[in-house]
């Protein structure tokens, strides 16, 4: 099956790169190769830093650099120190750029239509579906989730995201609190680790695991095992799978960190997460912390 699906992937790839065009030194017409004419489209949808750029569309410096090094020769685009951190620089089209821009726009918009315009409308929506299941679980699969400093910008982001979440859907909300200055200390190795995955530059999915220890009775010595804590996925990317895979990761890493026993605590509402736990072979147990939100508690042994 994985070799049919990825000969089925292969042939859809032969047959768009040579639809759109992105085999002519002139992509579109444009006069550009698709690589600079795709980072001319992102510099005008949204200008940032070089920096950004290189996040969001998964460069190579050295690569980056030449592609904007044509579009500068080309009056295009210019770059400037960042007026909020000069050790940057920032990208933004000339106003011959924003023209090439636009003109970049509308030609792509014809060639989308030359596409799916033979289509009946039935034919369309059923393009445009499977485009849009297709592309989902394209970045899912190719989304990296890396391990960060809990304090680090890309993990205040998405526990942010995560918090706001708990708030939203808890029937009492939810207060943060110190929440991230305990996540510094226990979501940090040697003890414990803090994941992010990051999509065209932002975090889309986040998790960790900490080390915490029980005592089994009286007179024993206190038992380690894993806690996986602040796993969160982006409501964009519910249903592409992210959520077990990143579940698989922190188990993993648990693992790692010499535990056979992970466990995890969620709430009433969070009827999504519940499900995923119990199709992953968690088995609930009796409370095991005192945390305040959290109505069920599940364990697994690895």
Request: overall charge negative.
């Amino acid at each position: 099956m994985h070799s049919d699906v990825a000969a089925i992937v292969r042939r859809f790839n032969r047959s768009y790169t040579q639809r759109i065009g992105a085999l002519d030194d002139s992509f579109l017409g444009m006069g550009l190769p698709l690589g600079t004419a795709r980072l001319l489209f992102e510099i005008g949808a949204e200008p940032g830093s070089v920096q950004e750029l290189r996040a969001r569309l998964g460069l190579d410096s050295g690569y980056l650099s030449r592609l904007l090094r044509r579009l500068e020769q080309e009056a295009l685009v210019t770059l400037s120190p960042d007026p909020q951190d000069r050790r940057r620089r920032r990208v933004e089209l000339t106003a011959a750029g924003r023209a090439a821009w636009d003109d970049l726009e509308r030609r792509s918009e014809e060639r989308a239509h030359l596409l799916v315009d033979p289509l009946t409308p039935r034919q369309q929506q059923r393009l445009a579906d499977a485009l849009a299941t297709a592309d989902l679980l394209v970045r899912a699969a190719t989304v990296s989730l890396e391990p960060v400093d809990p304090m680090s910008p890309p993990a205040q982001q998405a526990m942010g995201a995560y918090f706001a979440e708990l708030d939203a859907r808890f029937p009492h909300g939810f207060d943060a609190g110190s929440q991230s200055t305990k996540d510094a200390e226990l979501l940090s190795p040697p003890n414990g680790i803090f994941v992010v995955a990051v999509s065209d530059g932002t975090p889309v999915a986040c998790g960790g695991v900490q080390t915490q220890h029980q005592m089994m009775g009286p007179g024993t010595d206190a038992v380690a095992y894993g806690e996986i804590k602040r796993m969160w996925v982006h409501d964009g990317w519910r249903g592409a799978g992210l959520g077990s895979r990143l579940l698989r990761h922190l188990e993993a890493a648990a693992s790692e960190l010499g535990h056979d026993i992970v466990r995890l605590d969620t709430n009433d509402a969070l009827v999504e997460a519940i499900a995923m736990y119990q199709r992953a072979g968690y088995a609930e147990i009796e409370r095991y912390n005192d945390n305040p939100y959290a109505r069920h508690f599940f364990e697994k042994r690895l």
